[in-house]
């Protein structure tokens, strides 16, 4: 069966308002970015509808673009006809006949926007209904739990006639909601908090703390893997890559060994937060999921996030672990993320870390510190590396 196009619908958008046509245009710009390699596909906008025109592309691979685009909730390749009764009948046995697997059970959903054509929507659900039980002997009806729907809309210039909508990922558009700077480890859970950031429409910076030698260069590649197969959802992301042997040095050798955790989390906001600011982003994201670690609990998070002025969020504060891992799984982050390479955290880990220290102590043993001297040059000798989603290449920065 040759599609025309693809209905695409939002959900959360239409709630918006006045600034409606803000996310809706966002949206569009994204979908167009995400489908730009497929050259005759034109996209386009119409009340309360995207149309993925494509333009003679085979219709599977522009829905598997579509299904990494945050804001679509579901959409649908669809037949453009005439505004025809019999049009519309021959396209709506198509539909049927070339379901997957064949449909034993269906019912029609019509609806005419266009007030000019001559069949209200409840005597064209009958009519079309009718034909395809008469010219399809083993099909029957089922309103209440049909094996396929299938949709009939009238609209001014043509009649559109598509079966089963497939969901989308849903949330917002990217870039609708601001930029956040996301401290990306190499482990599952923050490149699923950076999933879940962008998924509320941030727009996404990332930062990571590289202890090299402590840390090899596989460890940090691994973190470009992973940051870059969350353009896949996102586009073009910054990586910024902070030098920290420096700083987790001179925490080992003058805190207190129980604090070192706390204190070196303390540094990493410090750092995240100076270029948060530097780069434009408003709120810093992380992997935290309460009580899952030392530095997870209600203390800890109090006192590392003492430091910051700039929002934290968490968007992980309510899951447990096979919660996230199943999430990194869909997205397509576990396997990398499962690689056996060290990461800054597991650098001097302290026999017994404190899992509730108090803000009082772990400020006398950080004095030991000169903490601004130390974040000054992390920012300064951090690298940039601008990650997209085309190319897989990156392109580099030094500041």
């Known amino acids: 069966m040759v599609f025309d196009c693809i209905l695409v619908r939002y959900g959360e958008l239409a709630l918006k308002g006045n600034n409606r ?28 509808r995207i149309f993925v025109e494509l333009g003679g592309e085979e219709a599977e691979p ?15 390749p669809a037949m453009r006809v005439p505004l025809e009764y019999d049009d519309i009948c021959r396209a709506a046995v198509q539909i049927v006949e070339n379901s997957t697997p064949r449909a034993r059970t ?29 010219e399809l002997n083993d099909l029957e009806v089922d309103v209440h739990q049909p094996e396929l729907k299938v949709h009939v809309e009238v609209r001014e210039e043509a009649a559109y006639v598509y079966g089963n909508d497939r969901p989308g990922l849903g949330g ?34 990332a930062v990571h703390f590289h202890s090299y030698p402590f840390t090899s260069e596989r460890a940090r590649k691994k973190v470009e893997d992973l940051a870059e197969l969350l353009t896949r959802f996102g586009g073009k992301i910054h990586l910024h890559v902070v030098p920290f042997t420096e700083a987790q040095t001179a925490i080992n050798q003058n805190c207190l060994e129980a604090y070192s955790i706390t204190v070196m989390r303390r540094i990493m906001f ?49 899951m447990d672990k096979q919660e996230i891992m199943q999430l990194s799984k869909r997205m397509g982050t576990y396997e990398t993320s499962i690689l056996p390479y060290e990461d800054c955290c597991t650098v001097f880990l302290p026999k017994a870390p404190k899992t509730r220290p108090s803000l009082k102590d772990t400020e006398r043993t950080e004095s030991r510190l000169d903490v601004e001297a130390l974040v000054t040059a992390a920012v300064e000798g951090t690298e940039t590396m601008v990650l997209t989603p085309a190319s897989g290449e990156s392109e580099f920065s030094f500041f």
Request: glycine share 12%; hydrophobic share 40%.
């Open 106 to 134: 269906f019912k029609v959903i019509a609806k005419r926007g266009n007030k000019q054509f001559p069949i209200r929507s409840q005597e064209l659900n009958r009519q079309v209904g009718g034909h395809l039980l008469q």
């Open 172 to 205: 917002l558009p990217v870039g609708s909601s601001g930029r956040v700077m996301l401290l990306l480890s190499g482990g599952i859970d923050s490149p699923v908090a950076g999933y879940l950031a962008l998924k509320r429409g941030a727009e996404l910076h």
């Open 62 to 76: 522009v829905m598997e673009g579509l299904q990494d685009v945050f804001g679509i909730v579901g959409f649908s």
């Open 270 to 318: 410090r750092i995240s937060e100076r270029l948060a600011e530097k780069h434009g982003a408003l709120a810093l994201v992380t992997g935290e999921s309460l009580g899952q670690v030392a530095s997870q609990t209600l203390e800890s998070m109090r006192t590392i996030g003492h430091v910051v002025q700039l929002p934290v969020l968490r968007p992980l504060i309510g």
């Open 21 to 48: 046509r803000e996310f809706e245009n966002r949206l569009l710009r994204n979908i167009r970015q995400k489908l730009k390699a497929f050259y005759k596909v034109k996209v386009t906008k119409t009340q309360g």
